[in-house]
Each structure stands twice: as C-alpha cells, then as structure tokens.
C-alpha cells in the first residue's frame, strides 16, 4: 500500500513536468527510496525565493518574472551542496580541457560551465551549462558569428554529454533548470524544473522533486545504489520490461484486430477479404499492422502535443478521445459492445484527416502525406476494392467493425498492469521493439479447426493433428515450434474425439492438465 501511494506522488509531480523522453520512473525512484518530502518543500521555497530576482530580464517578454542570476548560489544555499561540489565555480578552480569538444567542421568548441565531481572516483558526476537568463533551452543559439554549429542549445549540449562520455547534466538559463540524461547509444530524455514555479505554493511538489534527485543527500551522501546515476539507469530498465509488455499487449491487439475484420467480413458473407484472402492474404496482414503502426504513431503524437489540442479535435477525432468514449461505454453497457458500431469509421476520419490536413488553417493540421497514412496503400480497410482511389471514391461503406474490438485494441495499446502508458516517455528503439512484436507472421486461410499456442502464438490445424496416428501428433506439433514432452506428449495421444478436444487441448498445452 506504501509503494501504491509513492507511485501516486511520483506521477503527481512528473505530470505536472511532463517529462520529454525518459529521465526517472517511479518504480526506480522507490527503489532507490527516494522520496518527496513535502515537509521540507515550505523551507526549500523560503531559500529559494531569498536568491531569486524580481528584475526584468533584459531584452525578453516573458510572463516569468523570477529568476536566478547565479547557478553556484542556487546549489549552495537551496540545494545544499559544497562550494567545491561545483568545479569551474571561483578563481582558481577552472574546468579540464578534456571536458571540451571541439568541433572542427563547425569551427567551434562544446564547453560546459561548470562539472560536479564523481564522490566515488576521480570521474565527473554530471556536467552543467548555463547560458544567457531567459534564453531558449529548444532554440537555436543567435549568434553573430557566421560559422558555427545551427543546433539548439539542447542538442548541443547532448552532444557534449555524449562525446565526453558523461551522460547526466543540467541546463540552467536563470528562469528553468533542465535535468538531462544522454546514455551513451540511448535516446536523451530531459525534465525542466520552472524557478517561477518553484517559488508558488502550487509548484512545491516540484521543487520538493528537484530536491529529491539534485540535492546533496541524493549526490553525494546516500549509499553508491540509490545515488542519481544508479537511478537513472535503472529506470531504463524498467522501461524495457514496458516495452516488452507492450510488444505483448501489441500482438495481442493484432489478434484482436484480425478477428474484427473476420466479424465485419461476415457480415458481408465474405465479400470485404474473401477476394483478397485467396489471392494475396499477406495484403490482410499488412493492413492490420499499418494501422497498429498508424494507433502508435497518433498516440505518441497526441502524448507529444504534435496534434491539435483544441476541443474539436478531441472531441471528434482524438484516438485517447475514443478510448476515454469507448471506456465509458464498456463501463455502462458491457453487454453490447459487440453490437455496436462507429469506432473504426471514427479512426478512419482521422487517417484521412492527418493524410489530407484540415482545420480552418494550414498550420492548424498540415497534411502529412505519406505510406503509413495513405487511404489507397489498403483499401479493404475502408471497405473499399483494390483497385478503387479514394479521391475519386464518394461515400463509402466502412467496415463493420464491433466497438468492442477497436475498445479491445486502444485498450492493449494504452493501459498496462492497469494504469494508462505515457507514450511520451517512450523512444525511437522502444516504438521500433513494438513494432517488432509483430513482425514475421502470415495470413492464411483456416482449413479446419485452429487454434494459436504461446508464447510464439503459432496456430495449428487441431483436424490434421487429430487425423494423424497418436504417435505421430507431437511430431506435426515440434514442428510448429511448439515444446511437447513427457505428460504433454502423453495428453495428445489420448485425444480422440472434437466436441471437447478444444478445451482438451489448450489444457494440456498450457499445462493444466
């Protein structure tokens, strides 16, 4: 129950950050039993707001008044640390040459401004960049120099994390400290923590969270296992047991999204794939995975705030719109769900529209045209024939899909261990993992009795194992990938007749029986 209420007040404050990548997760932040101590965010406000500046900052309209003029004097007097914590800090206390990258094509040289020494070796813990108050951490530096790098400040900076082989560092610009992280051969993740917020009693979580990972307990004094960068690794590794949850959860929505199309197929007594599933049933497949690639391409996009966020657009197209709608129905009406309709015409409008654009601007929702979002690249999935164009397509008949599968599908993409997935947590290697899942499977037409054996899911003929000599039946099995032995071998010989062979079966395969 402890953990419970810990994992509530981690997501609290990173909700509140909305994190970009992955930085911290809150399975290893109990871990390392860290912790937000609320108690202690009423005094971290008071020394904060005693070195913030009320001055304008020269030359920027902002609405964030409050600012810090030194990076030092913060560490010190709120964070806790030691004048000699921070090397670069002070005459007589300059930075290594070796912490500088030089740039040769750019003429121009990545250097911090200042470095934390590692308390464990004669390493560096992390290294920081202040730059000008005020200015842009996802802008391109302005300067008068005609040579140089055009890169924004961010990615300059994890450039230099990366070429120095240091990858925890802060970005500091007087109104947001950014915490980033750069493994080495990893995507970068980054939180920014606002001074203006830090200073209002709304925003002392967050500064009770800066505490928690920045502060000199965390730094320095804790044991070497639960320090920042133990941390920080760790959550990466939680983070892989998500992706492969969810490469799971993904080919289990690709089922689901198979037998949708079987249903919405009957309907029309074989006339939506029949044509497509005797002469070239790979095109069924796919379809299927185009649109599970086109649900985690919207989802990430929706999480990264890339598309509208105006009322219409949830309202009417939102992919987490239709589950929150999808859930409520499920939660009102379990019973029906398979009798209803209007989800996947819902998904279709919004193919459309992020392939054409729309809105009452051009800027509002550019056209994204595209193969992963092409209406003609699989018409089946709007109901319509190959060779049609949808340009020259009036109205169509969109497949009958039942709402309880499409809730079925979000459902497998958005909730794990029943709490919603955060796909803005989530990088290029860990979308590319789901996309692997499912990978490397075929369409093929049942010609008899199936049924899909894990872990690899691979559908066997129960007729043609039936027919086959009890003897020969694990044989047609292991071929198949599938493990059979001892008691397993023996359940399969005995099994003679249909009605209960199903249920049979799956027993002895799972090993229930």
Known sequence: MTNDIETWRHKEWLGLLQPVGLVVSPPALIKAQAVVNRGKAVELQTRLTEIVCYDPIPNLSTKEVLWIKEFPAFTEQVLEWMPDDLVGAGEGNALPQQLEVVLTDYGETLKPSYAVPDPDNDGWLMLVKEVAPGVDLDGVESSEQKSGWKATVQEKFERLLRETNIPIGILFNGTRLRLVYAPSGESSGHLTFPVQAMCEVSGRSILAALDML???????????????????????????????????????????????????????????????????????????????????????????????????????????????????????????????????AWLLSL????????????????????????????????????????????????????????YRVLQNLLVLDGERLSYRSLDVEQIGSVYEAIMGYEVEIARGTSIAVRPKDVVVNIDEILAAKPSERAKILQTADCKVSGKTSTG??????????????????????
């Open 214 to 344: 920045l502060g000199q307990d965390r730094l320095f004094n804790v044991p070497t296992q639960r320090r920042l960068p133990k941390l920080l690794s760790d959550s990466r590794e939680y983070q892989a047991e998500v992706s492969n949850k969810l490469a799971n959860q993904v080919l289990d929505a690709l089922w689901e999204l198979l037998r949708g199309f079987q249903i919405a197929d009957a309907a029309v007594s074989g006339k939506l794939l029949g044509e497509i599933a005797r002469s070239e049933p790979q095109h069924i497949y796919g379809g299927l995975i185009t649109t599970l690639m086109r649900l985690v391409f919207l989802l990430y996009a929706e999480d990264q705030g890339l598309m509208p966020g105006d009322d219409i657009y949830q309202r009417n197209y939102s992919v987490t719109g239709l589950y929150e709608r999808l859930r409520e129905d499920e939660s009102s009406y379990p019973d029906t769900m398979n009798q209803r309709y209007g989800a996947w």
């Open 492 to 513: 399969i010989k005995a099994l003679r007749k249909m009605p209960k062979m199903l249920r049979e079966f799956f027993l002895i395969l799972v090993g229930k029986k």
């Open 351 to 406: 193919v459309r529209l992020v392939y054409d654009g729309g809105g009452s601007t051009e800027a509002y929702l550019p056209a994204r045209h595209g193969q992963l979002f092409d209406p003609d690249e699989y018409p089946f999935l709007e109901g319509r024939s190959q060779e049609s164009h949808y340009s020259e397509f009036g109205w169509i008949e969109p497949p009958r899909i039942p709402d309880g599968v499409i």
